[in-house]
């Protein structure tokens, strides 16, 4: 009897998952770049903390650079959809910036709790570790919250002076 190829299995008999191989990639990564920084973790570390290959990091992510990007993009994707929601909101300004700084407290805490950590340790490096391609998304949050800014200065609630 010929063995199905329908569910291909990978080491000991476990099914592949390419969704789960990834996200044990991601959340091995977050807590040993949160916990090392970027430079102090070999691949072969992320790999074994995942209980994958270390050849799955390049397979899926294309390298452990853009492992980490893939962490702190997503974090920054997070943030930009949920603040984005506050842009067309016609609530006064101060309540705006209350729910701003709670979505990025919730998110960046309670939501990816190893995020500040691994931003405060790129900063204190002096290298921009996930480079410009995470960027774009944070700066993504801008837009929103310069939209919410100029409506709420152009209703008189905050003073024109005060730019984003």
């Known amino acids: ?3 199905s190829r329908a569910h291909p299995k990978n080491g000991a008999g476990r099914r592949r998952d390419a969704a789960r191989t990834r996200d044990a990639l991601i959340a091995a990564g977050t807590g040993l770049f949160a916990e090392h920084g970027y430079d102090g973790v070999p691949v072969a570390t992320i790999a074994a903390k995942a209980k994958v290959n270390k050849a799955m990091i390049n397979y ?10 893939a962490i702190v993009s997503a974090t920054f994707s997070e943030i930009v959809s949920r603040v984005e929601a506050l842009a067309d909101s016609s ?3 101060p309540d705006l910036l209350r729910d ?3 979505i ?7 939501r990816s709790p190893h995020f500040c950590t691994m931003m405060l340790r790129e900063v204190l490096s002096g290298e921009s570790t996930s480079s410009s391609r995470c960027w774009p998304s944070r700066r993504g949050c801008s837009a ?3 939209a919410s800014w100029s ?4 209703r008189g609630r905050f003073a ?5």
């Open 100 to 102: 701003l700084v709670a």
């Open 104 to 110: 990025v407290g919730d998110t960046a805490t309670r």
């Open 1 to 3: 009897m010929k063995a």
């Open 144 to 146: 929103p919250c310069s």
């Open 91 to 93: 609530r006064p300004a």
């Open 160 to 164: 024109r002076s005060i730019r984003c």
């Open 60 to 69: 899926h992510f294309g390298g452990k650079r853009n492992l980490y990007v």
């Open 151 to 154: 409506a709420a200065s152009a």
